[in-house]
């Protein structure tokens, strides 16, 4: 299995990151692409160096390089992922301007009906923002928020990334033991479904 990754310069590089060292688990084949303000970012909010993090992945592209592998539909991959997703990567990839290869890798994977998962970061979210995201999501895109989840009562934000995280390998089909999966409310002592109220 091949991935495209790509790292924008919003808040939350920490989840690229993330999902880099559990694909390199998985043995996927990984192109990752750093934006220029992520790389900004990695070291403002992470203690991982760009090195570090380019480590983690099969194959480093740079985001001015258009003449990448992963330019083109010919070079086959089973999909692409843009976590975090800033709100200008955002528009590049709604509105088809690919002057940038995160922008294009994604351009090339909604043209060839491949799996494109988008993570936007950004709150409050303006009709910008949003008509962006409809566009992309009626164009059979991927769009996953990192939201805060609960249910798994997350003790630490890793716990929530890892959540986020294993979501996605969820969405390109990649086998995940580890996930924690809701079950229903269930309980443990009669086994039988429990409903709030009296
Ligand atoms: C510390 C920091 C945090 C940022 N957080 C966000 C964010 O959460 N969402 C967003 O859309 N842009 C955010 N930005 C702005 C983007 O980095 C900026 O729009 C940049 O042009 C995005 O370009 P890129 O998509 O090529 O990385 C942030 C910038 C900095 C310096």
């Not at 790292?7 to 993330?18: L, P, T």
């Not at 909010?45 to 330019?71: K, M, P, Q």
């Not at 940038?100 to 994977?109: E, G």
């Not at 939201?147 to 934000?157: G, I």
Request: hydrophobic share 45%; with cysteine.
């Amino acid at each position: 299995m091949r991935i495209v990754v790509g790292i924008s310069g919003a808040s939350g590089v920490g989840c690229g990151i993330r999902l880099l060292e559990k694909l390199q688990e998985k043995k996927v084949e990984t192109h990752l692409i750093i934006s220029d303000w992520a790389k900004r970012n990695i070291e403002m909010e992470t203690d991982y160096r760009v090195a570090d993090v380019e480590a983690l992945a099969g194959y480093c592209h740079n985001n001015r390089d258009l003449s990448a592998s992963i330019a083109s539909g010919s070079f086959l991959t089973s999909g692409m992922v843009v976590i975090p997703c800033s709100m200008k990567s955002l528009s590049a990839i709604a509105n088809g301007y690919a002057d940038s290869l995160i922008a294009r890798a994604a351009d090339v994977n909604i043209k060839e009906q491949r799996k494109l998962i988008l993570v936007p970061r950004e709150t409050p979210l303006n009709a910008l923002h949003l008509e962006n995201m409809l566009k992309l999501a009626r164009l059979g895109v991927v769009v996953m928020p990192p939201m805060l989840t609960f249910y798994h009562k997350p003790a630490a934000l890793i716990e929530v990334v890892d959540h986020l995280t294993n979501r996605i390998l969820d969405q390109l089909g990649i086998a995940n033991e580890s996930a924690v999966r809701w079950k229903g409310c269930v309980s443990r002592e009669t086994n039988e479904i429990e409903f709030p109220g009296p």
